[in-house]
């Protein structure tokens, strides 16, 4: 028995942690060459506190909770790169974007933890 909550659990963990359909992801190695592209936008939706304390300049601060409210402030044909500290959060920002139409949106993996 405590072997199928301990699978349940592990089975959560992972699937929280993949991509949201079609989204793809990147790594910080990867996003490094892509700061320079004028053609995309670049969001981390880490609290403002986060941000403060340590950001990649290029990325604009919409915290995931405002992020929502703040959509209007991005264009839906850009490619997106989202970020957050670890992953998870810009997970779940990437399929709110996705939701409202955005068209090519990028989660980086492993978030600032790996800058």
Known sequence: MEWIIILAIVA????????????SSI????LKSKLSDKNAQFVDVRTPGEYKGRHIKEFKNMPLDQLPSKLGQLDKEKETYVICQSGMRSSR??????????????NVRGGMSQW
């Open 93 to 106: 920002a990437a399929s709110i974007l996705k939701k409202a139409g955005f068209t090519n949106v990028v």
């Open 12 to 23: 959560f963990i992972v699937w929280r942690m993949m991509p949201s359909k079609g989204v």
């Open 27 to 30: 790594s910080m190695g990867d």
